[in-house]
């Protein structure tokens, strides 16, 4: 069973910056690949990244392209979102989300449904 633990939100200024942090325990934490979403209210669960086993490999949603950087430490098994220049549109709920199948060629990394354990969510609210 794999637990993960988001930190970091908080309230901040249009402009400002933030860095989530989630740490993972149970499994293999190296062989997960991890990613962060987002839901604000009203709104569906959205992708915002996703990082490989290595951390060599990240992806973004367009929206945060430039602002935002994901990165990891295994060592710590954790995982950050390092968010810059934030809007009030990032305003939402951040969840982290592991994958710990074997993904296959077709995985879509921007889908919910690809990850296999959820965080409990952190808020993060950006105000004009």
């Known amino acids: 069973q794999v637990q993960l633990a988001e930190s970091g939100g908080g309230s901040v200024q249009a402009g400002g910056s933030l860095r989530l942090s989630c740490t993972a325990s149970?499994?293999?934490?190296?062989?997960?690949?991890m990613g962060w979403f987002r839901q604000a209210p009203g709104n569906e669960r959205e992708f915002v990244a996703v990082?490989?086993?290595?951390?060599?490999?990240?992806e973004y949603a367009d929206s945060v392209k430039g602002r935002f950087l994901m990165s990891r430490d295994n060592a710590r098994n954790a995982v950050y979102l390092q968010m810059n220049s934030l809007k009030p549109e990032d305003t939402a709920v951040y969840y982290c989300a592991a994958r710990t199948r074997i993904p296959s060629p077709s995985t879509k990394w921007r889908v919910g449904d690809e990850y296999d354990y959820w965080g409990q969510g952190t808020q993060v609210t950006v105000s004009s």
């Open positions: 990082i490989s086993w290595t951390g060599t490999s990240t």
């Open positions: 149970g499994g293999t934490f190296s062989r997960f690949r």
